[in-house]
């Protein structure tokens, strides 16, 4: 009886283990390349926070701009992935695509979109609800950085 526990126990430790390995990024793993201080603000995928409208056709369309009017494809980034729980949006002359970031309160993500107001000292993380962008707000943190392998 007590075998078996103590089997347990050591499986449910060996399990947690991996389960934390797989949430954190490989290149978390080693000392940051870099610690910054960042103005972090949040978005989401709905059109208030992407700049995107409906038309009469009830299709995504750009809502202002020299692309106004335009298709919009709904939840894609800026470098073609889905947009996600861990997708950041960056300054991509700051921060290129890759880079892995860990922001206190968010977790780890990854540069993998820009933004029209993104620039600079600036980071835009994704929420799946508004809601929770919302809640967010704008907060000025420490950031680490794992700049992407070239």
Partial sequence: MVRRMARTVMLLGALLLAASCATTPREARR????????????????GK????????????????????????????????????PGTIAADTRLLPF??????????????EDTGGDIQGHRLDVFFKRHSTAEAWGVQRLPVRVWYAPR
């Fill in 31 to 46: 000392p940051p390349d870099r610690a910054m201080t960042m103005t972090v603000t949040a978005y989401c995928p709905c």
């Fill in 49 to 84: 926070c992407c700049g995107w409208r409906r038309n009469w056709l009830f299709r995504p369309v750009i809502r202002s701009g020299p692309r106004r009017g335009k298709p919009k494809a709904v939840g894609v980034t800026a470098s073609g992935t889905k947009a996600r």
């Fill in 98 to 111: 890759g880079t892995v970031l860990h922001v206190p309160g968010y977790g780890y993500g990854r540069v």
